[in-house]
């Protein structure tokens, strides 16, 4: 019982106590019963229609309990409590719209932002749905319901940039974006080619294009497409890094190395970068420098498939080297990590 | 330069030669059963003696939809034999199946691969047949027939057996045989995979299982020893099988690709026991120590530094294998060195073979491409289930493409290679899913060559395991490799502009000869010395 009372008669009292313990003990069916009869001997008092209300709300029958929350408002407009059960009654019977002026009534961000997001409303759900998470960081719940709102009026967005601006670079960026994400690959090409047709200074739009190109180990042309990002944006480690990777696996080692090196400088201690750079050195036959570069993969990521990674290839670079104690230590730190999870496949089928 | 490219006289040639009409019958169906998408094996072998390279071809069977349990596969009709062609003088073949005593495989095998080895040294080499199911062993009677005598030696397996060989491990004169198994699947346990999509699914699935090592015992009986030499020790998911001595201790040693896991290098340790060293040797994984597609496999030496290499061949976006013999039994990978990860990592590769198509002296690879999956443009349409072969030429250690001499994508599987029309130009025969075999003929340049035909004596009768040594190339005496399929026993050389050789042999008995001044462009029969 979340309201106060006030009453003066000993039998409003006595069915009040009665549906209060009957509610405590989860039997809603007595409890409705006992507020009933509070509300026919006490038919002004809106607090005993909020009492049957939330009786019903807890007996799962939304319906049920819209009829004595209604009436608790229209005997006080402003009752806090009787709004938000009058707004989760209606929102959970499916009537979003109308549930949201008593959610907003009774401040309730959580409730209001779901009901906003059923209503359509997406902006504001987003904001009300972000203050909720900010209070609640670890509701799952909550989570789900921002990340359905943000995800609805991204999409929304990107909808109305289409079909008003159909053939503008940045509506071609959306399409090949999300065709990328389904992984429909010749389409997303397509759409990129177009993008950059129409906006080729548009920054990562050559990187995405170099990325559709390396998952399909065309590397040539992603090489073409990440030199093009590494000329737009100088500044970007990814596509220094990107160029490097796709260089490498062409084997143009020496070009691999200086782009690697560059992506290295621009963000230091990147593990992907340095396992790169590694790779280069070694190929190269500085066998110093690719040992200091999985060394520090080693060091900077501790966990992961990359770190696996490095360990095998510094038990081959020492197996090279004749350093057989070295490259045993090194093969058994790989294979523990093996076990621990089984290495990555090649990106098979 | 690029005009000149296109004027070049292409390397290889499609031919069809008369009477080959043998069409491979993999079935596929509907339920996707996995054995469907992996056959079949073929072999080029002189089984006469006329001199003739023959061809025998490996089949599979019909599958039902859905499986019958047990399945027949249907092998006593004739459209699902394995077959037998003779070469006749003129480069025509005839179907020599039946009379050769080839005929219906026997129902319950639904055939894979094929291993030819001399195993009773009678001069005439004997065919062994790999199948889902028992496998055969037929003994090449010397008068044009073949006696299936698997039961007598015992080699009928079981499960599901891929790639095999014949090789000496213990340098007794005897061939000894290996035999992959892929896995424990069966019709029962069959699934789909791939949701939507509906594929065979990938080898992780279904269990891995043991490949089986028989001891030749020297009476026409072999000794399963695959426990008692630890080989049955590794559970692996083999697909490919090859041999060499990568160590250089004169012992034949085993690598076999294994789909989806690390390969196996099994160590000969010359007590009649392997050890499995393939992560310690480095030819385990990949560079970022991945595991592979391992599917075929050729191990020979294809940067003339007189050790044998390994050339692993797999699916898309893992890159072709190349595992370099470094000496002191280590191995580093060279897929981006050779420029073998620029050609291969958009292909799915098979049959597999290191020869010297253009003779310049300089081993050239060959792989036999074709995705698993029938439907994979479908999943992802950068890659195709037909598809051309790979030819890469050989320029001092770095690897080429070149016009393979067809511009009709197939799905092809098995590949065996060696001198059809002792021309002295290899030739390769590669099979495909559902159509004929493609010939890939070789139509002569102007280098010189020699071809040697090993006879032993103390050896195994054709030398197999023998190290060749011929103008500063090597060769491993071998008939096995590639994916499901056995090549030429002759030891093919390109010798470029020299006239004559100098042959160097290791025999695995141990006995070295040496053949000085040895004129070019002939094949040459070597006898193995009595004394060493």
Redesign the interface.
């Known amino acids: 019982m979340f309201l106060a009372w006030q009453t003066s008669s000993p039998e409003v009292l006595t069915h009040l106590q009665a549906g209060a313990e009957a509610e405590k003990n989860g039997h809603f069916e007595t409890a409705i019963s006992e507020f009933r009869k509070v509300t026919e001997l006490e038919p002004a008092v809106a607090t005993g229609f909020v009492s049957l209300g939330q009786a019903y709300l807890e007996n799962h029958d939304y319906a049920g309990a819209i009829a004595p929350l209604k009436q608790a408002l229209r005997l006080s407009s402003g009752l806090r409590p009787a709004h938000q059960l009058l707004g989760y009654a209606l929102l959970a019977q499916g009537y979003a719209t109308e549930a949201i002026p008593h959610l907003e009534k009774a401040q309730d961000t959580a409730a209001l932002g779901i009901a906003q997001l059923e209503a359509g409303q997406l902006s504001d759900a987003v904001a009300n749905l972000q203050a909720a998470v900010s209070k609640h960081p670890n509701d799952p719940d909550l989570l789900y319901y921002f990340g359905r709102a943000s995800g609805l009026l991204s999409k929304q967005s990107i909808d109305t940039l289409i079909a008003a601006y159909p053939d503008s670079g940045r509506a071609h960026q959306a399409m090949a974006e999300n065709y990328y994400v389904l992984?429909q690959?010749?389409q997303a090409e397509k759409e990129f080619q177009a993008t950059i047709r129409l906006r080729p200074d548009l920054p990562n739009i050559h990187l995405e294009l170099g990325l559709v190109y390396a998952g399909?180990?065309?590397?040539p042309r992603a090489e073409e497409a990440f030199r093009a990002e590494t000329k737009l944006q100088p500044g970007s480690a990814e596509a220094a890094y990107r160029l490097g990777n796709a260089l490498?696996?062409?084997?143009k080692?020496r070009e691999a190395r200086a782009e690697l090196t560059r992506a290295d400088k621009l963000q230091p201690e990147m593990p992907e970068t340095l396992y790169s750079l590694g790779?280069a050195a070694s190929?190269e036959g500085d066998a110093l420098s690719a040992e200091h570069a999985w060394r520090k993969v080693i060091e900077v990521e501790k966990e992961s498939s990359l770190v696996?990674?490095a360990?095998?290839?510094l038990a081959?670079l020492y197996?090279?080297q004749?350093k057989s104690e070295e490259a045993?230590r090194e093969?058994a730190e790989?294979?523990k990590l093996?076990n621990a999870a089984?290495?990555?496949?090649?990106?098979?089928? | 330069m690029v005009l000149a490219a296109a004027l070049a006289t292409p390397v290889l040639e499609v031919k069809h030669p008369a009477g080959l009409n043998f069409t491979l019958q993999n079935s596929p169906t509907s339920r996707k059963y996995l054995i469907e998408t992996m056959p079949g094996g073929v072999a080029l072998l002189d089984y006469n003696n006329d001199g003739l390279l023959d061809i025998f071809l490996v089949n599979g069977g019909r599958v039902t939809s859905s499986m019958e349990i047990p399945e027949t596969f249907d092998r006593s009709d004739p459209l699902n034999w394995n077959r037998l062609y003779r070469q006749n003088k003129d480069g025509s073949f005839t179907d020599v199946t039946k009379e050769a005593g080839l005929a219906n495989p026997g129902d319950g095998n639904y055939g894979m691969g094929v291993a030819v080895g001399d195993y009773d040294n009678d001069g005439y080499p004997d065919l062994y047949v790999t199948n889902y199911g028992k496998n055969i062993l037929y003994h090449n009677n010397g008068d044009g027939t073949f006696t299936d005598v698997t039961a007598k030696a015992g080699v009928a397996a079981g499960g599901w057996s891929a790639s095999a060989g014949f090789f000496d491990y213990d340098n007794d004169g005897k061939l000894d045989l290996f035999v992959t198994r892929y896995m424990e699947w069966d019709t029962k346990h069959s699934k789909t995979c791939?949701g939507e999509w509906h594929?065979y699914c990938?080898p992780e699935e279904f269990p891995a299982t043991t490949s089986i090592l028989f001891h030749n015992r020297g009476d026409g009986t072999f000794e399963d020893v695959s426990q008692r030499s630890g080989v049955a020790a590794k559970k692996g998911r083999g697909l490919g099988v090859a041999f060499a001595d990568y160590d250089d201790d004169g012992l034949t040693d085993i690598f076999v690709a294994n789909d989806?896991m690390q390969q196996f290098l099994f160590h000969n340790n010359g007590n009649g026991t392997f050890t499995e060293r393939s992560?310690?040797a480095?030819a385990a994984?990949?560079?970022?120590?991945?595991?592979?597609?391992g599917m075929g496999v050729v191990f020979q030496d294809y940067d003339n530094d007189g050790r044998p290499d390994i050339i692993v061949t797999?699916?898309?976006?893992?890159?072709y294998g190349v595992y370099h013999n470094?000496g002191?039994g280590?191995f580093?990978?060279q897929s981006?060195?050779t420029?073998l990860?620029?050609l291969s990592?958009?292909s799915s590769g098979w049959g597999v073979g290191l020869e010297d198509f253009d003779n310049d002296g300089w081993k050239d690879l060959f792989v036999a491409q074709g995705h698993?999956?029938d439907n994979?443009e479908q999943?992802?349409?950068?890659l195709h289930y037909r598809e051309l072969p790979l030819l890469a030429l050989n320029r001092g250690g770095r690897f080429e493409r070149t016009d393979p001499g067809t511009g009709s994508p197939v799905a092809a599987r098995g590949a065996a290679f060696g001198d059809l029309n002792n021309d002295g130009w290899q030739d390769v025969v590669m099979t495909v899913l559902g159509e004929q075999p493609q010939v890939f003929v070789n139509p002569r340049g102007k280098q010189h060559w020699l071809a040697v035909k090993l006879r032993g004596t103390r050896s195994n009768r054709d030398g197999l395991g023998a190290r060749v040594r011929v103008n500063g190339q090597t060769r491993f005496a071998t008939t096995a490799g590639s994916y499901l399929s056995a090549s030429d026993k002759r030891l093919h050389f390109g010798l470029g502009a020299a006239q004559a050789a100098r042959i160097e042999i290791a025999w695995p008995s141990g006995v070295r000869q040496t053949l000085n001044d040895v004129h070019a462009d002939q094949f040459l029969e070597v006898v193995e010395a009595e004394k060493p």
């Open positions: 992984r690959m010749p399909a180990s065309q590397w490498l696996q062409q084997g080692v790779k190929l696996a990674q360990h095998f290839a081959g197996r090279k004749g045993e093969m790989f294979k093996q089984p290495p990555p496949e090649g990106p098979q089928n | 791939g594929t990938p989806g992560l310690d480095g994984l990949s560079e970022d120590g991945r595991r592979l597609s797999e699916l898309p976006r893992e890159i470094e002191k280590l580093s990978y981006l060195e420029g990860g620029m990592s958009g698993v999956l994979v999943i992802d349409p950068s």
